[in-house]
């Protein structure tokens, strides 16, 4: 970290503002595809991003004014016709992703899972019920790795083996979910 050299606690090279991870993702996203319109970003995200890390889009065009205003994003408005703004990353931007990237998160993968709480509970449900449950799990794993394996079909030769490295997790985990799910129904844990 650079010394504090402005009174302000921080060091010179950090930013002004608390960054999260909505930040981040904002100037990785446009680190990635150069100059975007927050609508550009919501796009990008739905098809990427938002498979691993779910978030309100709204604050894709909130967050990006945000970030201008710390510094960290430019903006141009373009002169004519709609005057969209289009966002790029400044040196200080780039320099704020690549801290962050740089630091290790220190907490695990948290699981929040409706289904999983509702097979914790299912001592109130019948056998019948528990696997009803557990098949229509199965259905849905079933289509979301039928998604995963489509994009990596027609997307992974196209010199973008890191970013494609996280699918490769989302597939692993439906494997694993559908995995699960189908012991469940097939062998239903016995009730009380």
Known sequence: MN????????????????????????????GLRGASTPYDLKRA?????????????????????????????AQQVEEGGRRRVLYSLTDAGRVALERWLRTA??????????????????????S???VALAEQQIELYQKRLAVYQDILRTRSADGRERRMAPLRLGI???????????EIADDPPPGP
Do not use: C, N
């Open 3 to 30: 010394s504090d050299a402005d009174g302000s606690g921080r060091g010179v090279d950090e930013p002004s503002v608390r960054l999260s991870p909505i930040s981040y993702l904002v100037l990785g996203l446009i």
């Open 172 to 182: 692993a985990l439906a494997e694993t979910y559908v995995s699960f799910w189908r």
């Open 45 to 73: 995200a739905g098809r990427s991003i938002s498979y691993f890390w779910p978030f309100p889009h709204s604050q894709l065009y909130s967050e990006p004014k945000r970030l201008t205003t710390a510094g960290l994003l």
């Open 105 to 126: 998160p220190q907490e695990i993968f948290e699981m929040r899972d409706t289904a999983v709480m509702q097979l914790f509970f299912s001592e109130f449900l019948s």
């Open 128 to 130: 019948g019920e528990l």
